[in-house]
């Protein structure tokens, strides 16, 4: 079985890591994709991030009827910062039976030769890539056989900008599935 690992802070999760998702199951070689939330990306401040098990749950609360997708918390268990190669290494040996491939955005391209053994990420799993607003997919990387370009619809909705909806008491609604929407009306999360 081929799983996407679909890497994040998802600090919400929302509609259009939803749907990129979908796309992805829809028109990949891909049969399930794992949502694995990164506790702390050592290329962003981890200052801004909910808790670790907050992210989780809304992870869990947006995909819980759909069997084709996980929520994985399994950097949670490993030294932090958290380092994709070091993941991969760990998944790998726990799943021997799966082949696994990266699933990133368009910004995460143009930062990966600042990853940790980026080389052994590229030369051993299928990336696919998909459109993000404002980035566009200039890199000498795109070359290799192990990067994958996707049409993915091109959408504009960032959990930074969500997180400011919900600071401003705006409503964040449609912009995140309903449970989520639900959960974060009755809850603390990013109103500070």
Do not use: C
């Not at 259009?16 to 506790?39: C, D, K, M, Y």
């Not at 566009?136 to 930074?160: K, R």
């Amino acid at each position: 079985m081929k799983i996407g690992l679909y890497f994040g802070s998802f600090n919400p999760i929302h509609t259009g890591h939803l749907i990129i998702a979908q796309h992805i199951l829809n028109h990949t070689e891909i049969q399930r994709l794992w949502f694995v939330i990164s506790p702390h990306n050592p290329l962003k401040d981890k200052a801004s991030l909910a808790n670790d098990r907050d992210r989780l749950h809304l992870v869990q609360l947006a995909i819980e009827d759909n069997p084709s997708m996980k929520a994985s918390d399994i950097e949670f268990k490993l030294p932090q910062p958290s380092y994709t190669i070091d993941t991969l290494t760990y998944i790998k040996e726990k799943y021997p039976r799966y082949e696994f491939a990266l699933i990133m955005g368009a910004d995460n391209l143009l930062s990966l030769p600042k990853w940790k053994n980026y080389q052994l990420l590229i030369n051993n799993y299928p990336i696919y890539i998909y459109k993000r607003p404002n980035y566009p997919i200039e890199s000498a990387l795109v070359q290799h056989e192990n990067i994958h370009i996707l049409d993915t619809p091109l959408l504009d909705i960032s959990s930074t900008w969500i997180r400011q909806l919900i600071k401003t008491k705006k409503s964040i609604r449609y912009l995140v599935p309903e449970k989520v929407f639900e959960y974060l009306e009755s809850s603390h999360l990013y109103r500070n």
